[in-house]
């Protein structure tokens, strides 16, 4: 008997280094945080989804079979229901409640918490379990990206592609896997190097020792939905037919000499970030957090110059981290405003306002 109550947590992340290489088939470092996105699902006889957003106290009701398009957080719940019924794990009636802690648009990926805390709390009402925590035999998504475990039910990676299916066809963001495989898999003092060529995930030991990481919020908000993030893709799309590759991450930089701008600095960008995700799991490998701070300022400045993510919130936010003595700081998610990441050393004390994040665990049934 599928059970009549379930609840899930899914953390929101924190991308070390390796932004807007997911969807060009490049690398990328992320790490789940602690705030995340907690839903309460019970079962119901009607037909329908009633869901509460505890934190602005609003409500949807809509029948089961709706496909109705709205707006907003309700988008994602629709969405949810939509996916998991196409993929044929259709969710019962049930009355949700949706709580959480990651500022919406501050880059730390509410929609992804959302989404995926959503779907597995749907999912756990038809009675899949796969929303538990992983166990260790379950292994990371080997690099040919299949699922050491795929017995029954839907892998997590399937169920990282279900959410961010709810994010591309049902709220607008053209955005790729990287949040959804971050809050799907991350792990107690541990970053993902994720390779989305292949999917393949190799967890890396990230050890700060005294050192801290915190995020400073520019206070400028981004909406994937609508902004600059779906012209970024678009553009590497176009790089891409130019090339004649299908993921950027196939070509070179002596080929992209030959692009037109700004399709040549966007692509420059993909391949030195790719390099530099490389470089950080070294230099985290080998306890090189100096090197990192450098590896992260370097980012930062491709994604200024190269893929022109910055906004003067942002600049002003960067200087602000560097000033109180961080050893490197950049622009993290999407861009276009949102949070700022910024690694500090023992002696140096963060700016009012920051918030130290650490890698913890990945999402999962309470
Ligand atoms: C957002 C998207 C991700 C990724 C980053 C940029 O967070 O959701 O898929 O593209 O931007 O690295």
């Given at each position: ?13 924190v991308?070390l280094i ?5 969807y060009n ?7 789940a ?12 006889d009607?037909?329908?989804i009633?869901?509460l ?5 609003e ?11 709205v707006?907003?957080?309700r ?14 794990f259709p ?6 409640q ?5 500022p ?17 709390a ?5 009675g899949?379990r796969?929303g ?11 690099p040919?990206?299949?699922?050491s475990?795929?017995?029954?039910g839907?892998?997590?990676l ?5 959410c961010a299916?709810v994010?591309?066809?049902w709220v ?6 990287l949040?959804?495989?971050?809050s799907?898999?991350?792990?107690v003092?541990?970053?993902l190097c ?5 999917l393949?995930i190799?967890?890396v030991?990230?050890?700060l ?8 919020d520019?206070?400028?908000r ?9 012209e970024?893709?678009?553009?590497c799309?176009r790089?891409?037919e ?6 950027l991450s196939e070509?070179?930089a ?18 030195a ?13 080998s ?11 370097a980012?930062h400045?491709?994604?200024?110059d ?10 002003a936010?960067?200087?602000r981290?560097l000033?109180a ?16 990441l910024g ?7 963060p ?7 650490r890698?913890g665990?990945?999402?999962r049934?309470?």
């Amino acid at each position: 008997m599928p059970p009549e109550r379930a609840a899930a947590f899914a953390p929101g992340r924190v991308n070390l280094i390796g932004e807007h290489t997911d969807y060009n088939g490049g690398l990328a470092l992320p790490f789940a945080i602690s705030q995340g996105v907690t839903v309460r699902a019970e079962a119901s006889d009607e037909q329908c989804i009633r869901a509460l957003a505890v934190d602005i106290d609003e409500e949807d009701a809509f029948a089961l079979h709706d496909r109705g398009r709205v707006e907003g957080w309700r988008a994602f719940v629709r969405g949810t229901v939509a996916e998991l019924t196409s993929a044929g794990f259709p969710p019962p009636g049930a009355r949700l409640q949706i709580v959480g802690d990651v500022p919406p648009g501050a880059g730390l990926s509410s929609s992804a918490a959302l989404e995926v805390a959503l779907c597995l709390a749907l999912l756990a009402l038809t009675g899949n379990r796969d929303g538990q925590p992983r166990d260790a035999a379950e292994g990371f998504p080997r690099p040919d990206g299949e699922l050491s475990r795929a017995a029954g039910g839907l892998p997590r990676l399937e169920i990282a592609r279900l959410c961010a299916r709810v994010e591309n066809d049902w709220v607008g963001a053209q955005t790729g896997l990287l949040d959804q495989l971050a809050s799907l898999f991350g792990e107690v003092d541990t970053a993902l190097c994720i390779d989305f060529a292949t999917l393949g995930i190799d967890p890396v030991p990230l050890h700060l020792e005294d050192w801290r990481l915190v995020v400073l919020d520019s206070g400028e908000r981004h909406l994937h939905a609508g902004g600059g993030y779906n012209e970024r893709r678009a553009e590497c799309a176009r790089a891409c037919e130019l090339l004649g590759v299908r993921s950027l991450s196939e070509a070179s930089a002596p080929e992209a000499q030959r692009l037109p701008e700004p399709l040549r600095r966007r692509a420059l960008h993909v391949f030195a970030e790719n390099d530099r995700v490389r470089a950080a799991a070294e230099v985290l490998r080998s306890g090189d957090l100096p090197a990192l701070g450098a590896l992260l300022s370097a980012s930062h400045a491709s994604l200024r110059d190269c893929f022109e993510v910055s906004t003067p919130a942002v600049e002003a936010t960067v200087e602000r981290l560097l000033r109180a003595g961080a050893s490197g700081a950049r622009i993290v998610g999407g861009g276009f405003g949102g949070s700022v990441l910024g690694l500090f050393p023992p002696d140096a004390h963060p700016p009012a306002g920051a918030r130290e994040v650490r890698p913890g665990a990945g999402a999962r049934l309470l």
